[in-house]
């Protein structure tokens, strides 16, 4: 059996307010991890853009660019 299979198997077992808790806190955990990306993701950006490898770029313009 998988680990995923595993832990649902063991999260069936837990009660019903346990597993309402276990839901929250995994969904808040998901929440930080990508949060901690987009701050990376920031970062590599900025980094870029002060190095003169990309440029700034209107909406519009980066919705022309993904359409084309």
Not at 15 to 36: G, H, I, M, N, Y
Request: hydrophobic share 45%; charged share 35%.
């Amino acid at each position: 059996m998988s680990t995923f299979a595993s832990t649902l198997d063991l999260a069936d077992r837990l009660s019903l307010d346990e597993q309402e808790e276990l839901s929250a806190t995994l969904r808040r955990r998901v929440a930080e991890k990508r949060r901690a990306e987009l701050i990376v993701a920031v970062k590599e950006a900025r980094t870029e853009f002060a190095a003169g490898k990309i440029k700034a770029a209107s909406p519009s313009a980066i919705m022309k660019m993904l359409k084309a």
